[in-house]
């Protein structure tokens, strides 16, 4: 069985860029409980540092997780 990160970030890095249709998809997943784990949350991190580029709304992604993990 193929490791879940592996197989996120191939979908979400796949053309290099992050776009606002990925972010959505990454919002409802993760946050689909109101939580996120220090796994979701590093990995969120992980994509953005890999990404040629990404748009805004990660940004306001991470930070909104960030505060949820305080």
Do not use: N, P
Request: aromatic share 4%; proline share 0%.
């Amino acid at each position: 069985m193929a490791e879940w990160r592996k197989v996120a970030k191939a979908c979400a890095l796949g053309d290099g860029h992050i776009s606002q249709q990925e972010v959505k998809i990454l919002r409802e997943t993760i946050l689909v409980d109101g939580h996120i784990s220090k796994s979701e949350y590093d990995f969120l991190l992980e994509i953005k540092a890999e990404a040629k580029s990404s748009v805004k709304v990660l940004d306001e992604l991470i930070a909104e997780c960030e505060k949820l993990l305080k």
